[in-house]
């Protein structure tokens, strides 16, 4: 294993933040596979996956079984980890720019296309090493203005190259699920199987820049451009990303921690990057649920403040009409007092707030539901 050590734009005088990456395999070695844990930095559970992950890939490491290679990062987001406000955690937002850390990534296809335009050709795997070096170069040129900047800058090199992405967050309060685009689900599938996945949702862009979009939407934006422009140049999907919700906030258990780094090496496994002792690859489980369109997934909302109370629990279904959670006002009269937040579409309730006081327009949960009816941007905030 090789540790480094990646400074990021020092903000003001007296201040240095670092980046540390964990390098398993050889760094020419195919496949590779680029994993980070917390860049969202109060969503834990990512970065106890990280810490045990790390013990069977020095292990596998030591005992040869390392075929591709595995770059991990297991805390993606330094400056988040260092923001606080009332002695709470507030690693989402960044204060300086109130950007959200997973948002705003440089467009990577944009930045290549004329070069895959005007210089790929007939040999699909030429092309693939090609862009992976025009990207590399772009990145590396790019000069970053500010610390947030930096920090993504350093996570995108790291990535860029990889095969398959793999991006740890959680939710509030969840079941495991995961978002990915639709062009990188073949090779996905095996890990939600390992998981244990409740919902995946899938989309073909979902908007904002987040960090796996850019990785992935590289591929099949410039394979797209390509067949738009009239050129016979074939251009594998070279990235497949994910980004892995691992349940709730609060959910930082050794217990889970070890089964979903299980989870993550079985998949290793099944991605050619690792050997396993047997010889065999590990079990495929089925598949909890059938994937379902990002477009889809309804946010529930309460149009009134109050106290909020579940009537459904993450992981249940829920059909229309169905009765998610009750917004109490103690202070109204008569039937004012109560107010229900129903379903407006039917599926797994996949995640939920841990607030138990919403204000009006606040959000109080996510249902997976299976017909697409919106459009634009998909994520939240």
Known sequence: MQRTEHPLLSPSLGSQKTLVSLQFGSPQARPKVYVQASLHAEELPGMLVAHHLREHLEAAEKAGRLRGQVVLVPAANPVGLGQRLNHKPTGR?????????????????????????????????????LVRQWVGDWLRAWQPASELESQRRHLMLLAHDADVVLDLHCDAESVMHLYSEQACWPPLEPLARLLGCQAVLLARES?????????????????????????????????????????????????LARQDAQAVLDFLAHAGVLGTASGALPALPALPCEPTPLAGSQTLRSPLPGLLVFLVAPGERVAVGDVVAEVIDPTATGAARVHTVRAEVGGVLYARVRERYVHAGGEVGKIAGATPFRSGDLLGA
């Open 207 to 255: 908007g904002g820049g987040p960090f796996d979009e850019r990785l992935s939407g590289l591929w099949w934006r410039l394979a797209e451009a390509l067949r738009q422009a009239g050129r016979d140049a074939p251009l594998p999907q070279g990235c497949a990303s994910t980004t892995v919700e691992l349940r709730g906030e609060a959910e930082v258990s050794h217990a």
């Open 93 to 129: 937002f960044e204060f300086d720019t109130a950007q959200n850390f997973n948002r705003h990534y440089p467009d990577l296809a944009e930045a290549v296309q004329a070069q895959a335009l005007r210089d790929l050709g007939p040999d699909a795997q030429a092309n693939v090493s």
